[in-house]
Structures are given as structure tokens and as C-alpha cells.
């Protein structure tokens, strides 16, 4: 294992001036990566993060180009919310490897793991609250019907926009509604838009198809 702390300290200060950032990043890291694989041995790059946070994407937050990124094996950003905070989350992705999210809290000079998500775990945990709600107030009811003002009022729901109902019920459709039972309809009249949610046990005929 060879650690390079920082990236930097091996790089040709010139050459992105005269490559071009994203070929100079690029070339700088297949480079290094074919002396990994010449040797068989793992390199870790230690390398900084932008100050300026991407919410959609952290490893955006890599300094220098997506060059970086594209040419490694792997990658890793580890964040904290303070300078001083003693927990943080590694995130990972790479070719071998699915992205995770590794929650660590660091004592006694080590980092212990405290949870590990993959990514469907993340995926779920992205997923709007309103979903299962809405799932388990049709459960619980066994059918709706009526417009979308009518269901946030039944389901005493606040906050949640009624022109963004139908988009998050079609989006999440797959993951939260059909693995509850629920099949979703919808249809527009001369004057507004009704849905149709019923719920059904799996043995009525129904194979959980919808009609958007």
C-alpha cells in the first residue's frame, strides 16, 4: 500500500496549463493508476475537497475536474458537519464497488463504524415521508376517490403542495404504493383532476397495475 498525501506533491504544476484541466487530471491519474497495476499494489490518494458543497452530488466537491474521478478505481469523500465534530460519513463509489454511506465516530485515536448504507437503503431514505403515509392512509381506508385538495384534507396534510401529489406518487409509484397493495388511477375532467387509489390483499384478481 503506498499512501500519496496530498496528490499535489506528485503532480506537474504546469501541465493543466497546458493540457487543459480535465486532460491534464486524467492523464496525471491513469499515470499513477498504471503503476498500481503494473505492481499489483494499491495507491491511496489523499486529495482536498472544494469548499463549496453539491448538494446533488458530493463527489462533485473533489477539487480539480470530473477527470479525477473518471480515472480512478475508486472514491472516497469524507465529511464532517464541524471541524470538530467527532462523527463523520465516508462515502464510497467506484467500478468494484456499489456507493454507500459508512457512518464513523472517531475515539481512542480510531474510527469506528457505526452504520453502513447501501444504496438502496439510501434511496429509500430519500423517498418523502408523505408516500408512506399515503400508502397506510389508503391501507387503512381501503379506497379513495376524489381530487387531490380532497385526499390532503382527508389525510390532514399540510405539508405537502397539491400540484406536486401526482408527480410524487407517479415517481415512487414502484417502490412505496404497489409493495403496499395499491393500485393508482388518474383521470381529468372538464374541471379538475381525480385520483383513485384502492387497496387490495393480492388474491382479488388485481396484479397491481396502474393507469396514469
Not at 505492481?39 to 452530488?57: C, P, T
Not at 447501501?118 to 376524489?146: C, H, N
Amino acid at each position: 500500500l503506498i499512501v500519496i498525501d496530498t496528490l499535489q506533491k506528485v503532480r506537474d504544476s504546469g501541465s493543466a496549463a497546458r493540457a487543459g484541466m480535465y486532460a491534464s487530471d486524467y492523464d496525471d491519474i491513469s499515470a499513477i493508476k498504471r503503476i498500481a497495476d503494473d505492481y499489483g499494489i494499491a495507491i491511496v490518494l489523499v486529495h482536498h475537497l472544494r469548499k463549496l458543497k453539491d448538494g446533488e452530488d458530493p463527489f462533485n466537491q473533489l477539487s480539480g475536474s470530473t477527470g479525477i474521478t473518471g480515472a480512478v478505481d475508486s472514491s472516497y469523500v469524507l465529511r464532517k458537519d464541524s471541524r470538530s465534530s467527532d462523527t463523520a460519513t465516508l462515502l464510497a463509489t467506484g467500478r468494484d464497488i456499489e456507493y454507500q454511506e459508512l457512518t464513523l465516530c472517531f475515539e481512542d485515536k480510531r474510527w469506528t463504524l457505526l452504520e453502513r448504507k447501501d444504496a438502496e437503503e439510501i434511496r429509500k431514505s430519500e423517498i418523502p415521508p408523505f408516500l408512506f403515509q399515503l400508502a397506510d392512509f389508503v391501507r387503512k381506508r381501503g379506497s379513495f376517490k376524489g381530487t387531490v385538495t380532497q385526499l390532503l384534507a382527508e389525510m390532514g396534510c399540510t405539508d405537502v403542495a397539491p400540484n406536486a401529489v401526482t408527480k410524487l406518487i407517479a415517481r415512487y409509484y414502484d417502490e412505496v404504493l404497489t409493495p403496499a397493495g395499491i393500485l393508482y388511477s388518474s383521470k381529468r375532467t372538464a374541471t379538475e383532476r381525480l385520483l383513485s387509489l384502492y387497496a387490495y390483499d393480492g388474491c382479488d384478481g388485481h396484479d397491481g397495475n396502474s393507469s396514469v
